[in-house]
């Protein structure tokens, strides 16, 4: 099993920059990836960002240049940098695995992201 804790969500202006961290525990060998997600009220829940363990990332298009996924160097954190925060940012935001290329359900708690005008 694996275990996804998010934080670092807060409140921003529109502008600023936060910086989100996915902390995995358990079997985290199993992982070939950490995505971030979230999800607006009233919207689902789209991928913003992924790493593979190779170091492979995607974005999705609306945060190309402003939002940089990373992994700690022990492999066990993933981070989402977040710079030039528009209010249409504001989401819960959850990270996810995936097990040999498919994505599970490993939802942690989220952190609220709230990018005020």
């Known amino acids: 099993q694996v275990q996804l804790v998010e934080s670092g969500g807060g409140l921003v202006q529109a502008g600023g920059s936060l910086r989100l961290s996915c902390a995995a525990s358990?079997?985290?060998?199993?992982?070939?990836?950490i995505g971030w997600y979230r999800q607006a009220p009233g919207k689902q829940r789209e991928l913003v960002a992924a790493?593979?363990?190779?170091?492979?990332?995607n974005y999705t298009d609306s945060v190309k240049g402003r939002f940089t996924i990373s992994r700690g160097n022990a492999n066990h954190t993933v981070y989402l940098q977040m710079n030039s925060l528009k209010p249409e940012d504001t989401a819960v935001y959850y990270c996810?695995?995936?097990?040999?290329?498919?994505?599970?359900?490993?939802w942690g708690q989220g952190t609220q992201v709230t990018v005020s005008s």
């Open positions: 790493i593979t363990t190779g170091g492979t990332t």
């Open positions: 358990g079997n985290i060998f199993i992982i070939s990836a």
């Open positions: 996810n695995a995936a097990i040999v290329g498919y994505w599970g359900d490993y």
